[in-house]
């Protein structure tokens, strides 16, 4: 089990050159309770006629894609969250956690891609649920 002393989602900051970036609320759930990632491979395979090997032309894989499933206590803060995710932006997830558990290794920028869903679970707290598409934050596409 991981023990998450800080979860945050939300937008990133203002900057005119990063118009999709910005200044949405933070939300604090309590804790990130599934996180479902894959990555697709971008290489193509070519099937050659008559040979026993295929011809592969390499290409760099995409970024996650997956589920994020966040638990809340509050429901003004569940129904927060659902509202940060419908704006339409670039979003935060940073999580600070015990240097044991390293689920740091999530944190990203992402955008929504697909379903938002808020159910209730159990008589006092709240799942919303995101699909999400990982995106390139602002400072990584100035490294890269």
């Known amino acids: 089990m991981h023990l ?19 200044n949405l609320p933070v939300v604090h759930p309590l804790v990130v309770e ?19 090997e295929p011809s592969v032309t390499f290409r760099p894989a995409g970024l996650r894609t997956g589920k ?17 995710h419908i704006y339409g932006q670039v979003l935060s997830l940073q999580i600070d956690a ?21 159910t209730r679970s159990g008589t006092r707290s ?3 649920t995101v699909d999400f598409q990982e995106v390139r934050g602002p400072l990584m596409n100035r490294i890269w």
């Open 98 to 118: 015990d240097e044991w558990s390293l689920p740091e290794s999530i944190n990203m920028f992402y955008v929504v891609d697909g379903t938002i869903a808020r």
């Open 68 to 84: 994020l499933t966040l638990h809340f206590t509050d429901t003004r803060e569940a129904m927060r969250a659902e509202q940060v």
């Open 4 to 22: 998450i002393r800080e979860v945050s989602v939300g937008g990133v900051f203002s900057d005119p050159a990063w118009p999709h970036y910005s």
């Open 34 to 52: 599934g996180y479902d990632a894959a990555v697709q491979s971008n290489n193509v395979v070519h099937q050659i006629l008559g040979a026993r």
């Open 126 to 128: 709240w799942i919303v």
